[in-house]
């Protein structure tokens, strides 16, 4: 058996040149799939941040919310006067209604205020 000597012969580059392809398409696939994981856990980062955010805002509004109904219920009067309860009442009904399209209130926040507000 004469074994050759020197540089491969066709076949021996072609083979050589496959797994150089190979694992360069290999390592760039790896590389992409990494990339799209850090992407996604980016993105899911962000959204649970947002979410977070919106949870302290909401928490924020009812807490102001629950600071102006006591403010309310101490700014009312014990006993209101006949002459100017339909003055008064409509006065009251339209902040309620500002407040709710404002979305300072849920419509059953609403419901409640305007029937306490209306006896």
């Not at 990339?35 to 909401?58: F, K, M, V």
């Not at 101490?74 to 006993?79: E, G, V, Y």
């Not at 399209?101 to 609403?110: H, I, N, R, V």
């Amino acid at each position: 058996m004469v074994r050759r000597v020197g540089r491969p012969g066709l076949i021996g580059t072609m083979a050589r040149t496959a797994v150089i392809a190979g694992t360069a398409n290999a390592v760039s696939r790896g590389m992409n799939n990494r990339a799209d994981a850090r992407a996604t856990q980016q993105a899911s980062a962000e959204a649970y941040n947002a979410q977070q955010a919106q949870l302290a805002q909401q928490q924020q509004m009812q807490q102001l919310l629950a600071q102006q109904a006591q403010q309310m219920q101490q700014a009312q009067p014990a006993a209101p006067s006949p002459s100017g309860t339909g003055s008064d009442t409509m006065s009251q009904l339209q902040q309620l209604g500002d407040m709710r399209s404002a979305g300072l209130l849920t419509d059953a926040e609403f419901a409640a205020a305007k029937a306490k507000i209306l006896g």
